[in-house]
């Protein structure tokens, strides 16, 4: 009796202690970067372009307005090209699981996601950049989103199988056809399972700097009012942040840090915005 | 059948006399209103039901009995395509709705699920509806917006389920907040109204009390009035009280079916005898 005490315990204060190791290099870091970056952080830092090093170096006006606003742009083309197709795919995974395609679009968006980011940027070139003839958001959202469609479509697919397999045969024992089924049933059952789903796309992708690296390229200064950010090269925060740390000035290395925060907070609020929008009203039971 | 038309008060005896008549000619001239010809449902090599013939008449109420795993559920789940979303599902021979192949190539699935509906074993209500969204869904997801049609056609529906005047005053709320007994009789009020030619119920009643279970059997007897039902019940008493047709499966096959009251008192088969003495199954 006492002895089984003592176990449960002992593997108690393991279990907590692995939890402990998780956590503690998130907090670290998180930590580290505040502490490392909160000094850049001021108003010209959201106002300003960067420009040339000499601005930070002489104490001028510099920030990364143009990298925050390109990091939008370029995270939302991708959203827009990756969110109907790759939740389109995740439907077809799931709720057609008799089709002759199934198999092979499976093997095809693991592959994918197992697939090197830098191979996705190098297919966005050959595929937008060079017939355009220039980088640009464009190119840098087509290959982020290459990123995030077979996330989204696993994702969604096992949002989707999360749902009792009855809903959908009560919804087509009503007449109603199958696609209407799985929208209009289906669907918002697995709401929260989808927008996690999204989300953690998105996450994954706004941290990619390697598919950006020819697509996007990078750019010190605001592009061009209004269609600059799509058809020109465009900054991005974890590429900015690359090239400002392995910059050889001091003031660029604490920009870089406040780049870190930004992304950071920009994914954080990601988090709390998804969950604000599918703040559970429905448990299944 | 005829003893509940002669009890009923409120008709003059002319009336009667002529529905009677009628209904005589109708079961003589009548051709079923549905009916299986050797039907076969196979999984893969393994034979879920093996050559069924069984006709359904026209506002009859038959029920499917038999021990777990004969192949009830797979025979009715054939009624009505529900298989077609199963890959391994093979189906062989015909299904005749008033005398028409629903398997054949111009059918469309949906338009026969339309006409034949189903209520399931244990209740699916759509989780994110509300209990008026669930009821109408069958109208409201195939484009009929009709606000005024549609309140009449959920207060008609829950009150043949028997479910109205329990939920009358939160018809907005959602439907996974009702327990799960009325969560069957939603599904039953959901499946009611679209208004179904023909209504598969698989074993409705056994998530249900006995309360619930009395008024949904006496929710049969009045929907025989109109349409046809077929019924899968491990209850005999059930059987007994709301089938006027009875067929006994055993191990994928139809081993004997006919006249309730004569599969009862005096059936053909010893199996069937066993089965409903009580002697296995």
Known sequence: MRRRRIHDKIIEILLVIATIAVLLPLIIIIFHVIVEGVSALNYEFFTEELGSPSRAIQGRPTGLVHTILGTIVVDMLALAIAVPIGIGAGMMLSEYPEHMLNPTLRIMNDTLNGMPAILKGLFAFVLIVKPMGTFSGLAGGVALSFVMLPIIARATESALLSIPWTIREAGLALGIPRWRVVISAVMPAAKTGLATGLLLAFARAAGEAAPLLFTSFGNNYLPDRWFGFIFNPVDTLPQRLYSLAISPYSEWHSMGWAAAIVLLVMVILAFAFARFVTRGKVQLK | ?281
């Open chain 2, 1 to 281: 059948m005829e003893i509940n038309i002669m009890k009923s008060k409120d008709l003059p005896e002319e009336t009667l006399k002529t529905v009677h008549s009628n209904m005589e000619n109708h079961d003589i001239v009548m051709k079923p209103r549905m009916e299986t010809k050797n039907l076969t449902v196979k999984y893969g090599q393994a034979y879920g039901v093996k050559n069924i013939s069984l006709p359904f008449k026209d506002k009859t109420v038959t029920a499917l009995i038999g021990p777990s795993g004969c192949g009830k559920t797979t025979f009715l789940r054939a009624l009505n395509r529900m298989h077609d979303l199963t890959r391994e599902a093979k189906i062989e021979g015909e299904v005749l709705l008033d005398n028409k192949n629903i398997y054949d190539e111009d059918i469309n699935p949906v338009n026969i699920r339309r006409k034949i509906g189903m209520v399931f074993q244990k209740p699916t209500p759509f989780p994110t509806m509300s209990i008026y969204d669930n009821v109408v869904a069958g109208l409201k997801l195939v484009g009929i917006r009709n606000r005024s049609l549609l309140d009449e056609v959920c207060e008609k529906a829950l009150k043949q389920a028997a479910l109205f005047e329990e939920v009358k005053d939160r018809l907005k709320t959602p439907a996974v907040s009702l327990s799960g007994g009325q969560q069957q009789r939603l599904s039953i009020a959901r499946a009611l109204a679209v208004e179904p030619e023909v209504l598969l119920m698989d074993e409705p009643t056994s998530s249900l009390d006995p309360q619930a279970t009395l008024r949904i059997e006496e929710l049969i007897h009045v929907l025989k009035k109109d349409i046809t039902i077929i019924i899968i019940t491990h209850n005999m008493q059930q059987a007994a009280r709301v089938s006027d047709k009875t067929a006994f499966f055993y191990v994928g096959d139809l081993i004997e079916a006919g006249d309730t009251n004569t599969i009862f008192t005096n059936p053909k088969e010893k199996q069937t005898e066993d089965y409903i003495t009580g002697r296995f199954g």
